[in-house]
Every structure is written in C-alpha cells, then in structure tokens.
C-alpha cells in the first residue's frame, strides 16, 4: 500500500519522519509485551524513539523539529501504531502536545520545545482552576487520562481562569479556559491506569496544588492564535488531534488484519477439514474489513490533503473543511474498529488468549473508539454543519 504524504526532511537530517518511523518499528514490536506488562513506554522504547525524532513532529524546524505536514503525521503514527498500539499512542500524544510550541512567544517555545529529547503531554479537559495574579496563575487540578505523563519533560492541563472567586467568562459567555504547561516534576502521578486496552500508555492521572504558572506559559486553544505563520499552525488544533487518534486506529485495524490472515493460512478449526482461509464467512471478512480499512484510510487522507492545500494557499481553513476532518477522523476510527472486530470473530477461540495478537488489538482499538475527539457525537455535530443549522464550532 502506498502512503500518499509531501514529508520534507530538515536539511540537518535528511531522514523523513515516516522513514524513521518504518525503521523503528520492528523494535517496538519487539517490545510489545514489555510495554503492556509495564503500562507503560520502558526507557529504552522512549529513548528509541526520541531518537528517531517522532515526538518533534509539530514541533517548527526553527527550535529543531520536523514541523511534518498532516499527512505525514497521520501515516508516522499509524506506522508506529501498527507495530505497537500504545506506543503509536503514546506518539500520538507527544506530537500533537508539541502544536503549542506554535502558540508561544519564542523565549518560551524554545525553553520548552528547544531541547532534542524534550517531550510533552497533558490534558486539555479543565479539570482544573487557574486564579490569575501578578504575572500569571495560582494553578490546582487533578486531570485523568494524561497519556506517557511518566516520560514527559512538560505537561499541560486545561483549566477554568478565576478572578475574585469566579470564572472568568468570555464573550460568548463561556468559561475562559486555558492550557496551563509547567515542568512535570511539579505535578503528582497518581497511579489509575489499570485499564482493558492501550495499556502501556501509562494515561495516570496527574495532579498539581497551588503551584504558579507564568502567564507566558499559558494557552487558550479557543481564543489565543497562533504566533508562526506557518501552515502546520493554521491546522485546526482539534482536528490535528482527532486524525492522530485516527492513526493510531488504523495501525492497530491495519496489523489485525495481517494477524488474521497469517492465522487463517495455518489453522484448521476444530471440526472442520478446511482451513480457515478456506472458509467462505472468513473470505468475506477478511474482504470486508479490508474495505472498512481502506475506504476510512482514504476518506482520511483525502480531507487532511484538502485541509492542508488551504492552509499553505490561503492559510485560512473554512469551517466546512474543518468539520470534514473530524468527520473523516471518527468514520476512519470507527470503521478501523469495525475490521479489527471482524478479525477478532474470525480467529475464533485463538482470539480469546491474552497472549494473541488479535485480542490486544480489540482491546487497544476499542479504548481509542472512546476518545471524545472520535465520539459519535462528532457526526451531530458534522451534521449539523453540512445542514445550515447553527452549532459550536470551538472545538472543531
């Protein structure tokens, strides 16, 4: 299968993202085990791919990073997904976290994102509250869910602005929220991730109390835009984070039907003289899920190339193509759960052992499914945008 992308290697390494990607991915299949046994990214997988850059994808080429297109993004994180469904994760993550360096002025971006093996992370749910005081906030919260928080340098967590005990609003009546980045040795790991699937991601819960945050340092991806001109920061933040998931679920789907059919090829079920690619229902499967892989794969790529044509001509993304990404994103996600499901019923008993391949799969895969940037409530939302009808478009 050939990936469509317009990567452009630095002139400092010649070697693109994706390359790099392909090139590690055989380790960290071998280290697949030893990152689910962990529930997280061991040392050596997170130097490996530190190394190889693939944390620094959103990070600009002026503070050392690759500043990849979208298209790019997507197929390096699927790459690495396929090999590993929590450290494509965990990929997923690092780079779209890296997007804020675009949001800060260039003393801070480069305190923060300068350093090769700096890596980033957090949530921008606001889980927690920042009172505003001289010169930034007072910062406290607990925030769940903050995937490879054990391996970051920097993390990030959405909170509500107070001022004399209230939020503050903006105009639209809205709590002003904004991603507050501090030092990770500042925050707590509260250790929660004991989970069905994606379990090497190490997604804790971090938490902070009363520590102060520089104004500087804080971001709202709502009402703040972006200080580079360049085209990777017109990219609508959101949906740089939806198709990531969305890679991540490709990988995963693209590897469960390698698994299956390497299975079917030598299997012959109990009872039966045939093997289990022999099966009719297995053929038909086997075709189905391609399809659902595929057919998700291109409407995916297909709205990211359009979106990012936009971004390098007119560096303006209209809302419409904005909600075709996410929609591209959740239908490519959700599709890519559809097939690993598929080829999860045609390995029959083989696929109910922990240690098979195609049960991790439906584990990981169904865990992405529940990302909120790939809920169903992103096709109401879509919907509502192809039909006129007014919606909030904040987070598209």
Known sequence: MVLRVTTRPSAADPTSPLDAAREVAPAVRAAADRIEQARRLPADVVALLTDAGLFRLCVPHALGGSEADPATIVATIETIAAADGSAGWCVAIGITSGLLSGYLDDATAREIYGPPAAISGGVFAPKGTATAIEGGYRVSGRWPFASGCQHCAWLMGGSVVMEGGKPQLLAN????????????????????????????????????????????????????????????????????????????????????????????????????????????????????????????????????????????????????????????????????????????????????????????????????????????????????????????????
């Open 173 to 396: 009546g809205a709590p002003d929220i904004r991603l507050m980045l501090f030092p990770a040795g500042e925050a707590t790991v509260i250790d929660t991730w004991s989970v069905s699937g994606l379990a090497g991601t190490g997604s804790h819960d971090i938490a902070v109390d009363d520590i102060f945050v520089p104004a500087e340092r804080a971001v709202s991806l709502i009402t703040d835009r972006p200080r580079s001109p360049r085209p990777l920061y017109v990219f609508p933040v959101f949906g740089l984070l939806a198709i990531g998931i969305a890679g991540v679920a490709l990988g995963i789907a693209r590897t469960a039907i390698d698994e299956l059919v390497a299975l079917a090829g030598g299997k012959t079920p109990s009872g039966s003289r045939k093997r289990l690619a022999d099966r009719a229902v297995v053929q038909a499967q086997v075709a189905e899920a391609e399809a659902l892989l595929q057919s998700g794969r291109a409407l995916l790529f297909d709205a990211v190339g359009a979106a990012w044509e936009s971004a390098c001509t007119t560096r303006t993304i209209a809302t419409a193509e904005r909600a075709r990404v996410r929609l591209a994103a959740t239908h490519a996600t959700r599709s890519a759960a559809r097939a690993v499901d598929l080829m999860y019923d045609a390995g029959g008993g083989t696929s109910v052992y922990r240690v098979s391949l195609l049960q991790r799969c439906f584990r990981d895969v169904h865990v992405a499914t529940q990302h909120m940037m790939v809920s169903p409530s992103t096709f109401e939302l879509t919907g509502r945008i192809f039909l006129g009808i007014d919606a909030d478009t904040s987070q598209l």
